[in-house]
């Protein structure tokens, strides 16, 4: 069975630096990695999704995440965030064939200051 | 194109109360999710069917809990006598369900229950 981690709950930083959110996934096969984004008293929107070819694949917004197999890890980034970019962040993984259900980290919460 | 809609909005029970959840996935999806999330648990799956199917309710605690999909347009999550620890924001999420797994989700804004 395929999971999640987000090591980090909360994760604060300055407006206009960069960000990694980080996630670890367990799944013995390939899966299909995602990060969503639950904006304040809003629904979870999809920033991306990955599978394979490039490990690195650009998302809405300005994010970017880069899958490494041999870390089992999908971590999310961005260059220079705005203070718009506070929410709360979640990984999720799939897999490939069979049961298509979708498994969820626990989610870090991006507070960006001034 | 209204997105996933799901009803009530919010939701206050009693102890011991039934709850009925309504998820109306977006016209032509055809797989519907079901996912708990708290604070300190964070998104758990619950459920899921495909062409009103029940294909994964490995996440569902096993009394109480029960979900349907009697149609197309509509699933219901109903929680039989409700315990405080049930209290939660329910989300619904539906996809198109081609039968690919890299499908994005599309979330409604979910139900919070609140059970006293």
């Known amino acids: 069975a395929q999971s999640v981690t987000q090591p980090d709950a909360r994760v604060t930083v300055s407006e206009g630096a960069s960000l990694q959110l980080r996630c670890k996934y367990s799944?013995?096969?390939?899966?299909?990695l995602f990060w969503y984004v639950q904006y304040p008293r809003q629904g979870l929107q999809m920033l991306l999704k990955?599978?394979?070819?490039?490990?690195v694949v650009q998302g809405v917004n300005g994010f970017e995440a880069e899958f490494s197999k041999s870390d089992s890890s999908f971590h999310l980034r961005k260059a220079s965030v705005h203070w718009s970019d506070s929410a709360v962040y979640f990984c999720?993984?799939?897999?490939?064939?069979?049961?298509?259900?979708?498994?969820f980290g626990a989610g870090t919460r991006l507070k960006v200051i001034a | 194109n209204a997105g996933v809609i799901q009803t009530p909005r919010h939701k206050v029970t009693g102890k011991g109360q039934e709850a009925t959840l309504w998820c109306e996935p977006i016209?032509?999806?055809?797989?519907v999710f079901w996912y708990r999330q708290t604070i300190v648990q964070g998104l758990e799956f619950l459920t899921y069917?495909?062409?009103?199917?029940?294909?994964?309710d490995s996440g569902m605690p096993k009394e109480r809990f029960s979900a349907q999909m009697p149609n197309q347009s509509h699933s219901t999550l109903k929680i039989q006598s409700t315990q405080p620890q049930d209290s939660a924001v329910y989300l619904c999420?539906?996809?198109?369900?081609?039968?690919?797994?890299?499908?994005?989700?599309?979330f409604g804004h979910g139900t919070k229950l609140s059970v006293l």
């Open positions: 799944y013995s096969a390939t899966p299909y």
């Open positions: 016209s032509g999806h055809s797989a």
């Open positions: 990955y599978y394979s070819g490039d490990p």
């Open positions: 999420a539906s996809s198109l369900g081609g039968g690919v797994s890299n499908e994005r989700l599309f």
């Open positions: 999720a993984v799939s897999a490939a064939t069979g049961n298509y259900k979708y498994v």
């Open positions: 069917f495909r062409n009103q199917a029940p294909i994964d």
